[in-house]
């Protein structure tokens, strides 16, 4: 039986061996061009497409994915088989439509980062971590820009704050270096990092650091307000010096919620734990009489701001339902229609061979 000892440092592990079709060879995918993807295998890196005939639109593989092919050739482009089940995926809401962005497969960590300038954001932070938790994912926070920080320890103690205690915070200037040996903990041989953050977050100056050189292209936020351009313009697995897989995305601008109902509940624990005091089951924590998050909200137990983005997040879940619900009511009248007809062309048939 093959071990694929070369394709440890990329995340191989036994577990996909045994889930592994006989005489079939894995890789593991580092960027995504389409119909074509950047594969890593045993002893080669190469572009490899799809087959048409296994894959539909919405099962092609994604970065982070373990796929296998049958036959790697000289000549021609592998073509990718299967992909080997997944230990976790992260995804997002798509931008402005119901449907999955999905972000990459099979992740070790997820190193939430924002600058400590103006890009420092809980309730943005709180959905990266609802993002993180949702997925099965460890959390990191990296705050990073500490070399320009105004009231560095007040930021990291109202980070710390809205954290579960088993989620490590880390403070670095990823421009200078400091604080970034801080991280090599997370970056063993064979662990998979995503990089999540908003544009102008400092992830590809990150990269660039972890990496010794300038792999990615940085450009300067702009001093109103630290927004800063997509300097990455697609997700991409890099293998670091330290030993671990870096993935790299574009800066998330918008962050909306998946599934109804999860997303409050491990980003908001002690909100939930809260609610569990409430004098009606179904409170909305606004005016309900007897609310006990409303309680804690009035002898400043909880915070006004964490409050509101839990309200907020509360009103997307409600959204996603609805939306959802249209959806579905709109496949059921399609496919009411779709057997009516057929329902109407049985009966013709039927009376036309009965009087033909």
């Known amino acids: 039986m093959p071990s694929f000892n070369s394709l440890q440092p990329f995340g191989w592990t036994s577990s996909f061996l045994n889930c592994l079709p006989e005489n079939c060879i894995p890789g593991r995918i580092l960027s995504d061009f389409g119909r074509e993807f950047l594969v890593k295998f045993p002893d080669t890196e190469c572009r490899a497409i799809l087959s048409g005939s296994v894959f539909t639109r919405e099962e092609t593989p994604i970065i982070g994915d373990w796929i296998f092919v049958h036959e790697l050739s000289d000549s021609s482009k592998p073509v990718i088989s299967g992909i080997l089940p997944r230990y976790n995926i992260l995804f997002r809401k798509k931008p402005g439509k119901l449907g999955k962005q999905f972000l990459g497969a099979n992740l070790d960590y997820c190193f939430l980062m ?16 609802g993002l993180s938790l949702d997925a099965g994912i460890p959390p990191v926070v990296v705050l990073n820009k500490r070399d320009i920080a105004v009231e560095l320890m007040e930021k990291v103690a109202s980070v710390r704050e809205l954290l579960p205690p088993s989620v490590p915070i880390f403070t670095i200037s ?55 351009r997509h300097t990455t313009v697609h997700r991409e697995l890099f293998l670091l010096p330290q030993g671990a897989l870096l993935l790299d995305s574009p800066g998330i601008r918008e962050l909306q919620l998946w599934e109804p109902g999860k997303s409050n509940g491990t980003a908001f624990p002690d909100i939930l734990e809260l609610a569990q ?3 009606f089951r179904d409170c909305q924590h606004q005016e309900e009489p007897g609310c006990a998050v409303r309680e804690a909200l009035e002898l400043g137990i909880l915070s006004e701001r964490r409050y509101k983005n839990y309200l907020k997040l509360q009103k997307e879940e409600k959204y996603l339902r609805q939306l959802g619900d249209e959806v579905e009511a709109r496949k059921k009248r399609q496919e009411d229609k779709k057997l009516h007809k057929l329902i109407r062309r049985t009966m013709k048939n039927k009376k036309k061979n009965r009087f033909g």
């Open 174 to 228: 990823a421009k200078t270096g400091e604080g970034m040996e801080e991280l090599q903990s997370f970056l063993q041989t064979g662990t998979t990092i995503a990089v999540l953050g908003s544009s102008g977050a400092g992830k590809s100056t990150f990269l660039n650091t972890l990496l010794g050189e300038e792999t990615q292209k940085t450009n300067e936020v702009r001093q109103d307000d630290s927004k800063g």
């Open 114 to 129: 924002q600058g400590l300038d103006d890009d420092y954001n809980l309730s943005r932070l709180e959905r990266f971590l």
């Open 277 to 279: 005091k409430c004098k």
